[in-house]
């Protein structure tokens, strides 16, 4: 695809860029190659710090080639992130539009992940400005596309925290109860559990009560099981990772009982290959798509195809998509 196709169906001379919603590894990467695709097809990159606050608040800085440099494997945001609350109503977000008028911006890179893309939808619908977005989150919820910006690089920290963690469950003979991300999705626990060999990953897609964990680690025990390692999705409706220890050990006290919670850790460090790639793949096509004249959509990898969604079906989480990570997860953990 040359400049002259792109620049044929809708000429645009500057291109604003955010992050919006929690930080994830991999945006930078999709920060330079927004930046490094708009200069390459003659178009003039500004980012906006701080999300849709600073997009309300006019806060815009130009980006060069040379002000990407060196971001591509570093973890958060350089553009920063923050949630705004004006910017959920119409107002706040007319505010928005005049700010990038005036500024001269023909259309905006959006990259964060459900709550970004539903402020991205109603501003434009509302006014009508080109707005694509780029999945960046780590819990992986978003429908279309098969992966998030972040999500291997965060399921990896866990990876490598259980591993360690199950060093010392087999030292001591205990149970670790350790609680990740994913408020309204099991996909980091589902994947998490499978990759570390947890004896049960508590999610709501799995659907595992405290009687039916009770029931999984008992058989543990008598196949002469002495340390077992339980992943627990922040959002299970037993409750978190220490409510749930409390509740089993009030049923089978066999096993000395520990609780990890990974918190925020998941979210830092450098990005995994895998992000690097996705990210620059995302954002080459979230600038070359708005060239072409397409707006109020994501960009997202389907079968290792890019491809386009609008807001309206990306923002339905796709956590049925977990089926067979739950009976997977199932069958290996006997």
Do not use: W
């Not at 049925?320 to 199932?330: F, P």
């Amino acid at each position: 695809m040359t400049n002259d196709d792109l620049h044929d169906e809708l000429f645009m001379k500057k291109i604003a860029v955010l992050t919006s919603g929690g930080d994830s590894p991999g945006m930078n990467a999709a920060i330079r190659a927004v930046v490094r695709t708009a200069v390459y097809h003659d178009c003039e990159a500004v980012g906006v710090f701080q999300g849709f606050q600073g997009l309300i608040a006019g806060d815009f800085k130009r980006l060069h080639v040379r002000s990407v440099a060196k971001i591509l494997g570093r973890g958060g945001t350089i553009l920063k992130s923050a949630r705004c609350d004006e910017f959920r109503e119409e107002q706040g977000r007319r505010k928005a539009h005049q700010q990038l008028v005036e500024q001269g911006v023909d259309a905006l890179v959006v990259i964060g992940g459900n709550g970004t893309f539903t402020g991205a939808m109603h501003f434009s619908k509302e006014t009508g400005f080109p707005v694509i977005g780029i999945p960046g989150t780590i819990d992986n919820d978003l429908s279309g596309s098969d992966f998030t910006i972040g999500f291997d690089s965060a399921t990896n920290t866990v990876v490598e925290a259980v591993d360690k963690i199950r060093d010392t469950a087999d030292s001591h003979n205990r149970l670790f109860f350790v609680e990740v991300m994913g408020r309204d999705s099991g996909f980091i626990a589902l994947h998490a559990g499978i990759a570390t060999g947890a004896v049960a990953v508590m999610t709501k897609e799995s659907e595992i009560t405290i009687e039916h964990l009770v029931d999984i680690l008992k058989l543990g025990q008598a196949s002469n099981k002495t340390s077992s390692i339980v992943i627990v999705a922040e959002g299970h409706p037993e409750g978190g990772a220490f409510e749930i220890a409390k509740k089993v050990y009030s049923l089978d006290s066999a096993y000395e009982t520990r609780v990890t919670v990974l918190g925020h850790l998941q979210r830092g460090g450098d990005p995994t290959c895998a992000d690097r790639v996705l990210a620059s793949r995302l954002g080459v096509s979230a600038v070359e798509g708005l060239l072409s004249g397409k707006k109020n959509v994501m960009a997202g990898v389907i079968n290792d195809q890019l491809v386009f969604f609008p807001f309206e079906e990306v923002v339905h989480n796709k956590t049925a998509s977990l089926e067979d990570e739950v009976r997977i997860a199932k069958i290996l953990s006997i």
